[in-house]
């Protein structure tokens, strides 16, 4: 209901054309509970997949091991998803009870403080409602429920990124553990990878001169055989490195062109 009084409010000021700067704020407030609805639907309609999605990252989570956690830094990615997930979420906290509770205040000083004979009752989002609220009981009530809307949109928006937030930086984790192992493979097998090669290309050119050169069968099926065994062995070690390097490709490309 409040959502549909915003922006009935919006569209008469935008008719009236009596002040663009109060249509200009309840346009970024229609914008902001159309995002914190849509994020709210989304989760709701999405609710199986995103319960298959947790328990998938259940699943792949570090075991309680102290070594184990130790070697995916669990404790420093905790302390980050806290002070992202913490600042973000109390800021927005802030930034509400600044617009719920700002023009209540200012009521308050200017009447029971200044005692103000003409100070205005003013709702925290918008101004029309479809009731007379102001100078009677039906002010507190009317308040209320706009900022209890406010509230739910709020925390509606919250909740969608603070839920982002945790499931990117969990992957992030595994993402730079597998860095780290990968980076160990190739300390261990670099160098030994390095001298396979070279030896590989050493042994198919002395091969290959010996199968220009006339030879007796029994030892020309040798050497054929051995060249193909040399040669799977360099399309092997080939193969699967171009799938490492391919997968790693594939790291880039999910969180670039993920469908934000």
């Not at 346009?27 to 609710?47: C, D, N, Q, R, T």
Request: charge should be neutral.
């Amino acid at each position: 209901f409040s959502f549909y009084a915003e922006v009935a409010t919006l569209v008469d000021r935008l008719r009236d054309n009596e002040n663009f700067l109060e249509s200009c704020i309840l346009l970024s407030y229609v914008s902001f509970v159309v995002m914190g609805l849509s994020k709210i639907g989304a989760v709701m309609k999405k609710k199986p997949k995103m319960t298959a999605l947790v328990r998938q990252l259940e699943t792949c989570f570090p075991s309680p091991s102290a070594k184990v956690q130790e070697e995916y830094a669990v404790k420093s990615w905790l302390k980050r998803c806290h002070i992202y997930t913490k600042g973000f979420g109390g800021l927005f906290m802030i930034m509400y009870f600044a617009h719920a509770l700002i023009p209540l205040f200012i009521y308050f000083i200017q009447r029971v403080l200044l005692h103000y004979p003409d100070a205005k009752q003013i709702m925290p989002f918008y101004q029309l409602e479809p009731w007379e609220f102001r100078d009677s009981w039906l002010f507190y009530p009317s308040y209320f429920h706009q900022s209890s809307a406010g509230y739910t949109a709020t925390c509606g928006s919250i909740a969608g990124d603070l839920m982002i937030f945790a499931v990117v930086l969990q992957v992030i984790m595994h993402y730079e553990r597998l860095a780290k192992v990968l980076d160990l493979m190739n300390e261990v097998f670099g160098i030994p990878l390095l001298v396979n090669f070279i030896a590989f290309a050493l042994v198919v050119c002395l091969v290959g001169v010996q199968l220009t050169i006339a030879l007796s069968p029994e030892y020309f099926c040798k050497q054929m055989l051995f060249l193909i065994s040399v040669l799977l062995e360099v399309y092997l070690l080939c193969s699967f490195s171009q799938r490492l390097i391919d997968a790693s490709e594939n790291v880039g490309h999910a969180a670039y062109d993920m469908d934000w």
